[in-house]
């Protein structure tokens, strides 16, 4: 609880300090310190806003109206862009896969640009979520009730503690136990079954959230100038990963190169974070077709196989957008 307390009580003071940096004129010295740097824009999920649910499962997603906002300041503040390291540019990445690249690809090409969509192998023309999102939409749907999973008791009755629950459930792969993801769905299906919470889902929003796009829709969006890298085989916690298993993993996503799927030798690391990209990732990375890999959050010293990027977030707020873009809010994050 006093965790939660601290957490909005720095959310609220750095809004203030965002309001003051905007009109005192410091984002744009911080946009001129930065004008020869490329923000590299991370997304998952963009969703048409009459779909939209207050879930779980849309919590790396982002309304469309929310996400036009955004890309029109964006645009008005650096180019946009699909050449990576183009100087005062912003390029658009989008991690996954599902099949609302198609509304995401229309969107951008409103401004004139593309996007750099990283796929998973086992999500190319999947009917179902990839195994991580089944994990989260239990946790999103399954009825309030308390469950004891693995032993543990998790209390589920309202959208803050099912995004706690979801938290904790995951931090155990990392704790020790055996890295067996197919071990975990049937742990949960066994106690509510996965194809009821598939039901709860409105179709029009399930297809879009969590069936992968098909082959025939990727090649398409290649020849509208949209571009495909690399995102692991089924989005698996690499680091987990035994020495065998993570050859393999980079060496079935080079197949997709040869066969058109994948049009750019970059990847994108799943999760993205240092705990999921150890050095042995990074070296199987540098030793396969991909040039470059990117994390999923901000690199103080990148190297082309830990390239930087930025989440704004699935809000808008013109004061921490502005912060962000620039450059200040990763400044004040140094300082704190």
């Known amino acids: 609880m006093k965790k939660r307390v601290k957490k909005r009580v720095k959310k609220k003071l750095l809004s203030i300090v965002y309001i003051l940096g905007y009109y005192l004129g410091v984002d744009v010295l911080f946009y001129w310190l930065n004008r020869d740097k490329q923000r590299v824009l991370v997304y998952h999920n963009i969703i048409p806003d009459e779909l939209w649910m207050d879930a779980l499962f849309l919590v790396t997603g982002i309304r469309e109206s929310v996400f036009r906002k955004q890309i029109a300041l964006i645009s008005k503040r650096l180019r ?131 069936m992968g796009l098909s082959k025939d829709e990727i090649l398409v969006l290649q020849k509208r100038g949209h571009k495909f890298g690399g995102h692991s085989v089924s989005h698996d916690i690499l680091s987990l990963l035994d020495d065998k298993e993570l050859k393999n993993d980079f060496r079935q996503t080079s197949i997709l190169l040869s066969q058109h799927i994948i049009n750019e030798p970059i990847y994108a690391y799943p999760y993205g974070h240092p705990r999921d990209v150890t050095s042995v990732v990074i070296k199987v990375c540098e030793n396969s077709i991909y040039h470059y890999a990117f994390m999923n959050e901000h690199v103080e010293f990148p190297t082309s196989y830990t390239r930087s990027r930025l989440n704004l977030g699935n809000g808008y707020n013109k004061y921490e957008l502005d912060a962000k873009l620039s450059g200040f809010h990763q400044f004040l994050k140094k300082l704190v």
């Open 80 to 210: 946009l862009s699909t050449i990576l390291d183009e100087p005062c540019s912003a390029m658009f990445t989008f991690d996954d896969g599902y099949r609302c690249a198609n509304i995401t690809s229309r969107i951008l090409e409103d401004y004139a640009t593309a996007g750099l969509f990283f796929m998973p192998v086992e999500n190319i023309g999947s009917k179902q979520p990839l195994w991580i999102d089944k994990i989260m939409l239990w946790f999103s749907l399954v009825p309030e009730n308390r469950y004891e999973i693995g032993g543990i008791p998790y209390l589920l009755t309202s959208n803050e503690n099912r995004e706690i629950a979801y938290s904790n459930y995951c931090n155990r792969m990392y704790e020790g136990h055996p890295y067996v993801p197919s071990l975990w769905i049937d742990e949960l299906n066994r106690l509510y079954p996965f194809q009821s919470l598939y039901e709860m889902v409105p179709t029009a929003l399930y297809s879009l959230r969590f």
